[in-house]
């Protein structure tokens, strides 16, 4: 994804004078919207979208408030004839293991549910069915079967 189409997903977009974006970061963790603005936009070198949450927001969690997943932030490799696509290994192990971590917290608050006996809200269903597909998707890519 180019960093204008990511951009135009957000609001209060604004560029700053060292050419990186600002804009008000979309996750429900900011409960009455980001007022202050706090989320970074700016262009790897390698075509990527960097994202960075003052607030702390995981980029997967700022993803997919926008309907994206992380892998939207890398370049189409279609559009980069002749390069290959460049992803740090350091940067794809951090990034699985805090979807990881993020999920097992989701996973325990399920069975925490369950346990009570509370019904599950069908917006749950759909949190732990995207926090299940993420696990699954996130283990494929580091080559785990079942
Ligand atoms: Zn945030």
Not at 46 to 60: M, S, W
Not at 81 to 109: E, L, N
Request: charge should be neutral; aromatic fraction near 6%; glycine fraction near 8%.
């Amino acid at each position: 994804m180019q960093i204008e189409e990511f951009l135009s997903r957000l609001n209060r977009v604004r560029q700053l004078p060292d050419g990186q974006w600002q804009a008000s970061c979309p996750t429900a963790i900011h409960q009455h919207g980001d007022r202050s603005a706090g989320l970074r936009i700016k262009a790897g070198d390698d075509g990527r979208v960097l994202v960075y949450c003052h607030a702390g927001c995981h980029a997967e969690l700022i993803t997919a408030a926008l309907g994206l997943t992380l892998s939207d932030l890398f370049a189409e490799p279609e559009r980069r004839p002749g390069a290959a696509v460049a992803r740090s290994p350091a940067y794809m192990t951090r990034d699985i293991a805090s979807v990881v971590a993020y999920d097992a917290i989701t996973a325990s608050i399920a069975l925490d549910h369950v346990q009570q006996g509370r019904n599950f809200t069908a917006d749950d269903m759909a949190h732990f069915q995207a926090s299940a597909g993420r696990l699954f998707r996130f283990a494929q890519r580091v080559g785990g079967s079942v």
